[in-house]
């Protein structure tokens, strides 16, 4: 733990700073606009990933361009707006409607002004004249008309609310749903204005009620949200879609619904200060309908689709064609219609997440299909505490893991924290209904990796590239990394060590590079070597030269390694299995194919730094390293591709020997068993185990001079095995021991001459 802290603690305390600051930005006691921006981001694509499917209960009567094109310009006369009305409710039965379009100035299309101007004036003479155009004003006062289709049908106008200094008062408002004084002396947040522009009194006092059409566009521009309640004066107010909703719904009241002591553990004096509104209740039938309110008594807009009559969430009905009755009765019967346009020549359309030409009247229809649906997305009153745990564990785990990882290692739990954290965010999103920022903690989780990343590159990029430096040409960067976390523990001053050294030769090498030309010699080589090296750096393997077209490497130096053996035996296999690989390639060149000897011993040698001034390498030498690069010479006179000493056989005993000879070579008098290993113990299958264990015989009887059986167990060897040129190398020594006899004293052990 002491050396842990000695290299950590720092950025394990930089980690829990980070944290805390994140912690403090979520209490808000460091707002920044940037995490405000990436949370609305986020917001935004969860909405344009979701889609809604069509909702009959809720149609768009549009005054789109082809009405217009018949009917004239917007605004239509009230006259027709009444006959419109008459037609939704007398011919199609609708259950209510909605007008996201205001009248707030008196309809003087009809002319009678003009008339009443000429019968005061220029023909106030004409006898009756007056009389008659006095008679006419009921039939030319389309405003009267209008409230007469108004009257008794269940239709609701729109409003707007505003707080601009140059704002009048205008027209009438329908009845607040409940007044300060019902508040019980409550202080709720709410949007508070100070002005209107409303209907014409004659309008709003004919029809079933009015709501205000104000939306609420965040610091982008873009509408999230819009406001359900909102007050003037001592009353509070619908919204056109609450209001639209109940009607439809059929409720007659809206009961505002308040936290509890119990809920929020505040005192209730605490508590009424605070002023908690979490609902709204409409007294609607066979069930009450209670609606969530977030800040400010809005609602989130759940969009479900990019708006307009191609959305794909809510019909679209041509105006016109209600007019002219085009449309059958059961299209547009017991549904609840919203009267808006998405001409764009009438500027209602307004920048959404899911759109940027969003129509308005649709966010209507948006929040509508919540309230009939009970389905609104909300920000939970419980969402900053969630903000903070989240924080905290994350901060926490990433703080304590990132600096002990690698880069890799970094990169993916980084991002995987991420994609954890989206995750949870999402399933709270589409399953839950909460809407739990998450900006603070993805801003944390990319803090702490470009720290833990700038960190290890600034502080120990000198440790790590002198390691590299020192060793980087040898073992693999694996290895290198390893050794970087305990630099002070590795050097390359002489030292005596176990270790197991590997010598590897092409087979006939001067005849490969006479049949091919100069640059294709180069290239076989180089597959040849590239393949080889990647082969002993795979298995952890020190790569020590090339010797022209050989390799020599060795296991358990710089990093020691207990299974040194076993890996070099290991490799060996491999790297004629690559051998066989590369043939194939070879083949289809046209190029001559590669045969490789390997050789293995393991032993105590010298390995460091070693040669002149000129020149030096970090290398080994010793008696048990000339031993190996022996057997590699020797392969080729067994036949076989790999040949061990006994120390590697010892060291790696989950393999299958084969046992070749005993052997005296050049600059040795002790005789050295040799080997050939042929797999893993566990891989090889009945029939080689029981043709190895004859050939064991085989070879005891040679040795004992028993020629006879010696030979007869060759023979069957070499017709189960004819590709074996080990058989065939023994069956002519038995021929030229018969000849030759090697005494009785004979030791069984071939002696080498030569290199």
């Not at 700073?17 to 707002?31: C, E, K, Y």
């Not at 999103?429 to 603070?440: E, G, I, M």
């Not at 030769?505 to 010699?521: C, K, M, Q, Y």
């Amino acid at each position: 733990m002491r050396r842990h802290l000695s290299r950590y603690g720092a950025r394990w305390l930089l980690a829990l700073i980070f944290t805390l600051i994140a912690a403090l930005q979520i209490l808000h006691f460091l707002p920044t606009i940037l995490i405000g921006r990436i949370d609305d981001f986020i917001y935004d694509m969860r909405m344009r990933v979701q889609q809604g499917e069509l909702d009959p209960r809720i149609v768009i009567v549009d005054i789109d361009e082809k009405s217009i094109a018949e009917v004239g310009r917007w605004p239509w006369n009230r006259a027709t707006v009444a006959s419109l009305i008459e037609k939704l409710d007398d011919k199609y039965h609708v259950r209510t409607v909605g007008f996201d379009v205001i009248f707030s100035e008196p309809d003087t299309s009809s002319g009678y002004n003009t008339l009443e101007s000429l019968a005061n004036k220029e023909l106030k003479d004409v006898p009756g004249f007056g009389e008659r155009v006095r008679a006419l004003k009921p039939r030319f006062d389309y405003d009267k008309r209008m409230a007469m289709a108004l009257d008794g049908r269940p239709v609701v106008l729109g409003y707007f609310l505003s707080n601009e200094p140059t704002a009048i008062i205008k027209g009438l408002l329908p009845p607040p749903v409940f007044t300060v004084e019902q508040l019980g002396g409550r202080e709720i947040d709410v949007s508070v204005y100070r002005s209107y522009t409303g209907n014409l009194d004659v309008l709003q006092e004919a029809a079933r009620g009015g709501g205000f059409m104000n939306p609420t566009p965040d610091l982008d521009g873009v509408i999230r949200r819009v406001p359900l309640i909102a007050q003037v004066g001592d009353g509070f107010y619908e919204s056109l879609a609450l209001a639209t909703a109940r009607a439809g719904l059929g409720a007659s009241r809206v009961k505002p619904v308040f936290f509890t002591a119990e809920e929020t553990h505040l005192s209730g004096d605490t508590l009424r200060e605070y002023g908690a509104l979490k609902a709204i209740k409409l007294n609607s039938k066979p069930h009450t309908t209670t609606i969530p309110l977030d800040r400010n008594l809005t609602a989130l807009i759940n969009y479900r689709g990019p708006g307009g009559p191609r959305g794909g969430q809510f019909r679209y009905v041509s105006a016109i064609d209600v007019l002219k009755e085009r449309l059958p009765v059961d299209d547009l019967a017991d549904r609840i219609i919203l009267v808006g346009t998405t001409s764009a020549g009438l500027k209602d359309l307004r920048a959404a997440p899911v759109n940027i030409d969003y129509p308005g009247v649709e966010m209507h229809a948006n929040i509508i299909a919540s309230i009939l649906d009970g389905d609104f997305k909300q920000e939970p009153d419980f969402g900053v505490a969630l903000e903070l745990v989240e924080t905290a564990l994350v901060g926490i785990v990433l703080g304590l893991l990132l600096p002990v990882l690698s880069p890799l290692m970094s990169i993916l739990v980084s991002f995987a924290t991420i994609a954890g954290v989206l995750g949870l965010n999402l399933y709270m999103y589409q399953s839950l209904n909460w809407v739990v920022s998450v900006a603070a903690v993805l801003l944390l989780i990319g803090s702490l990796f470009i720290f833990s990343l700038a960190w290890g590159y600034l502080f120990e990029f000198r440790k790590s590239r002198a390691m590299v430096n020192l060793f980087g040409e040898y073992v693999a960067p694996e290895l290198v990394a390893e050794m970087a976390e305990n630099p002070e523990s590795y050097n390359m001053e002489g030292e005596s060590r176990e270790l197991t050294v590997l010598f590897c030769d092409v087979r006939g090498f001067t005849t490969i590079s006479e049949g091919l030309t100069p640059n294709a010699l180069r290239e076989y080589i180089n597959l040849y070597l590239t393949a080889m090296s990647e082969d002993i750096r795979g298995n952890r393997g020190t790569l020590d030269k090339y010797i022209g077209d050989a390799v020599m490497a060795f296991w358990g130096a710089p990093v020691a390694l207990p299974d040194h053996a076993s890996r070099a035996v290991a490799t060996a296999l491999q790297m004629q299995a690559s051998a066989k690989k590369l043939n194939q390639d070879f083949t289809a060149r046209g190029w001559p194919p590669l045969k490789i000897g390997v050789g293995l011993n393991t032993g105590e040698m010298r390995v460091g730094d070693m040669g002149s001034k000129i020149r030096r390498a970090y290398t080994v030498m010793g008696d048990a390293v000339n031993l190996s690069s022996r057997l590699e010479g020797i392969t080729k006179v067994y036949g076989v591709g790999i040949a061990v000493g006994e120390a590697t056989r010892l060291a790696a005993p989950q393999f299958a020997y084969r046992e070749l000879d005993r052997v005296r070579v050049k600059g040795k008098n002790e005789p050295v068993p040799i080997f050939e290993p042929l797999g893993r113990m566990s891989e090889l299958d009945d029939a080689t185990h029981g043709a190895l264990d004859k050939w064991h015989k085989a070879l005891e009887l040679v040795r004992a001079q028993q020629w006879d059986l010696a030979e007869q167990h060759l023979r069957e060897l070499h017709e189960m095995y004819p590709d074996t040129a080990l058989y065939m190398l023994y069956l002519e020594r038995i021929a030229h021991y018969r000849d030759v006899p090697p005494g009785a004293d004979w030791d069984g052990v071939t002696t080498f001459e030569t290199k």
